[in-house]
């Protein structure tokens, strides 16, 4: 298994869990996770008012990932005019927002970012030098 199939196991694995999924027989119906997170989503909307939510995301791909988290729950993300490129807002009830989105979207990006960060690591040191330690901290000369 390549890292990259790796990765996408560790998502589905996820997904499961904050899916529900507790018993085997429940991992084995992990696809009808997100089906699931729908609904829950649709009825959190009947019950709980949508807020506007303001998240700013400082890496590129923990934004990504955020952005495709929204969709992916048929939210859109938008930002304002003049608001950097760094904010995503976006409308949802605050138990969604608070109990499934927040959650999951930190356990993958902890994932996310162990994997950009290995790659890199591995891109460095097998392209450019494979010593890709921290430079040395001295004590400053006056």
Known sequence: MNDEQKILEKI???EALFAG???PGERAAAASAL???H???QKL???DPLVEFKFTLGHMWSR????ALLRRYGIKPYRYRGQRYTTVMA???AAFAEETLWPEFVELDKILSLYIDDLTNHVIAQGIHSDN???EVRKKLN
């Open 12 to 14: 589905k694995r996820i």
């Open 21 to 23: 999924a507790t018993t």
């Open 35 to 37: 089906e699931r997170i």
């Open 39 to 41: 609904r829950r989503l």
């Open 45 to 47: 909307k009947k019950l």
């Open 64 to 67: 990504r990932l955020f952005v």
């Open 91 to 93: 409308k949802m009830p």
């Open 133 to 135: 330690s921290e430079a």
